[in-house]
């Protein structure tokens, strides 16, 4: 028929997934091992005009099916067009896969029109096949179409072969990359994750919507790799999860690039907070022994009950620590002490900020460290503090 | 999220401490010019970060690189540039310090422990500011 031999030509074999469902579905099993390699062209090839003896065979019932479905030609026209597909198909189809008939219906339109140009021969809206270009993506958007009962997975895994021998594709590859890494970054990782998962499958696709929403990367789609990525994406969603319980309020928001979002805005705030702090203690007075004396309260106070060896003496510990610190304060002198080499790196950091680099610094570095450190150098300090020439 | 993080809070506070005092010992008492103003500012914002990533120290690749950014900045500092590069902070890869050079698990994990510590230290500065400012009252 002429029809079947026109479409022989155009390479794209006739298959109506809902049409034919059943001499079709021998073929599935024959697709899935080839599927799941990367590079089997020939084999695609191959079983493409196995399909198409096949369809010799049922063309009487194949053809008026073929003739019969409006969406054929703009399936096919999908299928050839990854990249503006997959975008449409992302942004417009609901989170996870909803029902394919309406993505379906949807897509179709949109994508068709990408596709023509892509293919550089406008097809008609309708069974016309694209001329010479469109072969080997009929062909081989064919071979994943053609077992009815495929998954997504399975035809994003010959799409991805195929893909191979497609040059028209190369110019979409951008395109998709661009996609995919959007879809990361954005909140369509459902798809992502549901495409990966697909890509894994090694079952016949479902209804073609599922297949185009997620392209695989060009030359990606290994098992391999689309495991590790999804790994790599889940340990991600961890993070995201980890990083949702510190950032108030990110309970309610759902989504990367929402949650994205939240945590920039919040550490941004946080930083202003510091600025802003930084600019009112800068400009208050210097009040620092009653600063400092407070503040280590503060903290002591605030300590569980860790690594003190005498809880008993801590207190004064601290006290005299306090008095030291305060004695230092006001005196520029500190011979009598020898400062430990507790914290000499840090303090030469922390010097770095300050104008001027007064010597006692790193002593009260080493002294305050030592009373951070509470009982580590406990006796060290202790001993340095006998030392000193203010004593409790 | 270490809730409260003590040890963290407490190296915090005696490190950032530190630094205030150096910074405050120079000071000059009221008149000051806005020049001095926002240099004491930019001093005390220096040490605040200073502080977290020291007391962090090297565990942590944010704190890395704002330490590597302080080294640079003491040496640039020895021509008085006092140039403005501020502490690098820009949007996340970038709001977290050092955070181009990561991959995006890893800065995760480091924005994390980041936000902890900035959180830490905005703390410390308000208890700063607050007992500083209440001493201050009741000496008045």
Redesign the interface.
Same mark, same amino acid.
């Given at each position: 028929m002429d029809k079947q031999h026109y479409l022989m030509n155009a390479g794209i074999p006739l298959q109506i997934e809902a049409s034919m469902p059943i001499p079709w579905s021998s073929d599935q099993s024959f697709f899935n091992p080839n599927s799941s390699v990367d590079h089997h062209f020939d084999s695609d090839a191959f079983a493409l005009r196995h399909l198409i003896g096949k369809l010799d065979r049922s063309s009487p019932a194949a053809l008026p099916s073929l003739a019969a479905d409006p969406g054929f030609a703009e399936r096919a026209a999908k299928f050839s067009c990854f990249g503006s597909r997959s975008f449409n198909g992302r942004t417009s189809s609901p989170p996870g896969s909803a029902t394919p008939g309406q993505s379906m219906v949807a897509l179709p339109r949109v994508a068709s029109s990408p596709s023509l140009k892509l293919n550089g021969s406008p097809p008609p809206r309708n069974r016309k096949l694209p001329g010479s270009g469109a072969n080997s993506n009929e062909e081989s958007s064919v071979s994943e179409q053609i077992p009815s009962g495929e998954t997504g997975s399975n035809s994003r895994k010959r799409k991805s072969a195929s893909r191979g021998k497609n040059k028209d594709h190369r110019s979409n590859s951008p395109k998709e990359d661009e996609n995919l890494k959007r879809s990361k970054q954005t909140e369509n990782c459902e798809n992502e994750q549901e495409c990966n998962e697909n890509k894994t499958n090694q079952k016949p696709p479902e209804p073609p919507k599922d297949y185009i929403h997620v392209r695989a990367r060009r030359g990606q789609a290994t098992d391999s790799h689309s495991l590790a990525e999804r790994v790599r994406r889940e340990k991600i969603s961890e993070r995201m999860k980890l990083l949702q319980d510190l950032v108030p309020g990110c309970n309610k928001v759902t989504g990367k690039a929402l949650m994205l979002d939240e945590i920039i805005n919040y550490v941004q705030s946080l930083q202003r907070q510091v600025e802003f702090l930084s600019m009112k203690l800068a400009s208050v007075n210097p009040d620092m022994e009653n600063l400092l004396s407070k503040d280590m309260y503060q903290q002591s106070t605030s300590l569980p009950q860790q690594m003190y060896p005498l809880d008993s003496s801590s207190p004064a510990y601290y006290h005299h620590h306090q008095n030291v610190q305060q004695q230092q304060l006001h005196s520029t002198n500190i011979s009598s002490v020898d400062p430990l080499p507790l914290d000499a790196s840090l303090g030469i950091q922390i010097d770095g900020f300050a104008q001027n680099l007064p010597q006692f610094p790193a002593f009260t570095e080493d002294d305050l460290h030592s009373i951070v450190q509470m009982g580590f150098i406990h006796n060290t300090v202790q001993n340095q503090t006998s030392n000193m020439k203010v004593e409790l | 999220?270490k809730n409260?993080n003590?040890p963290l809070?407490? =190296?915090l *506070?005696?490190?950032f401490?530190? %630094?205030?005092?150096?910074?405050?010992?120079?000071?000059s008492?009221?008149p000051v010019s806005i020049e001095e103003?926002r240099?004491?500012?930019r001093?005390? =914002?220096? *040490?605040?970060?200073?502080?977290m %990533?020291?007391s962090v120290g090297p565990r942590r690749a944010w704190s890395r690189a704002l330490?590597r950014k302080?080294?640079e900045?003491?040496r640039a500092?020895r021509n008085p540039r006092n140039a403005d590069t501020r502490f690098g902070?820009n949007?996340?890869c970038d709001?977290?310090p050092g955070g181009e050079a990561m991959d995006?698990?890893s800065l995760?994990?480091e924005?994390?422990h980041?936000?902890?510590c900035?959180?830490a230290?905005?703390q410390?500065?308000?208890?700063?500011?607050h007992?500083?400012?209440s001493?201050?009252s009741t000496?008045l």
């Open positions: - | 999220m409260p003590y809070k407490k =190296r *506070a005696s490190r401490l530190k %630094a205030l005092e150096k910074i405050k010992y120079n000071m008492p009221s103003k240099r004491r500012h001093a005390v =914002r220096g *040490a605040a970060y200073a502080s %990533a020291s330490l302080m080294r900045r003491k500092r902070l949007q996340l709001v977290v995006s698990r995760l994990n924005t994390a980041y936000i902890e900035l959180v230290q905005v410390i500065m308000r208890e700063i500011l007992s500083s400012s001493s201050s000496t």
